[in-house]
């Protein structure tokens, strides 16, 4: 490994360090997940909120974009 990759690797952990993560619990979860019920979200054959992301190889992407092709939509995280 090089010295700047080195640098590189503490920077992400640094990174992460910072991140809010010690003050996120279960509670929280499964209080948005509560919420997420209790607004019951897009219902089938309902039009999703229109919204825009950066995409992997550059550029941006907009959901609005990809109207009439299938999509599927993965949110997740590692922390």
Excluded: C, W
């Excluded at 010690?22 to 897009?42: C, M, N, P, S």
């Amino acid at each position: 490994m090089t010295t700047a990759q080195q640098r590189t690797d503490l920077g992400r952990q640094e990174q992460l360090r910072e991140y809010n993560y010690e003050h996120f619990r279960t509670k929280h979860f499964l209080a948005d997940v509560q919420q997420t019920i209790k607004g019951g979200g897009v219902q089938p054959g309902q039009e999703a909120p229109d919204f825009e992301l950066e995409a992997t190889e550059g550029g941006r992407v907009r959901l609005s974009g990809l109207r009439g092709r299938p999509v599927v939509l993965h949110f997740g995280s590692v922390t």
